[in-house]
């Protein structure tokens, strides 16, 4: 009923820059806040940044400075800037949602396909 699509990962230096975009799309009634996460191979999958639907913004420290997440709610996207990129932050990152698709429905969990970060010399 909702799908979200990632694009915008790829191999980058250290120091480098990369964005990342993430559509919804669908039965979507009003989306309550968008998310990237980020999974590591042989790490747990770790919450990076929160936009919400009124545009507070919430970063885990180890990225706090360097990315930045912005929305457009009218297209239901969701980007990630990412600056000064580290080895650490290579890793699969997933576009996750809140999604309420009638108005009286819950608040429904989607998460897109992941995209690879690769940042290395």
């Known amino acids: 009923q909702v799908q979200l699509v990632e694009s915008g990962g790829g191999l980058v230096q250290p120091g480098g820059s990369l964005r990342l975009s993430c559509a919804a799309s669908g039965s979507i009634f009003s989306i309550n806040a968008m998310c990237w996460y980020r999974q590591a191979p042989g790490k747990q999958r770790e919450l990076v940044a929160t936009v919400t639907n009124n545009g507070s913004t919430n970063y885990a420290d180890s990225v706090q400075g360097r990315f930045t997440i912005s929305t457009d709610n009218a297209k239901n996207t969701v980007d990630l800037q990412m600056s000064s990129l580290k080895p650490e932050d290579t890793a699969v990152y997933y576009c996750?949602?809140?999604?309420?698709?009638?108005?009286?429905?819950?608040?429904?969990?989607?998460w897109g396909q992941g995209t690879q970060v690769t940042v290395s010399a």
């Open positions: 996750y949602a809140q999604v309420r698709i009638r108005f009286t429905g819950p608040y429904g969990s989607y």
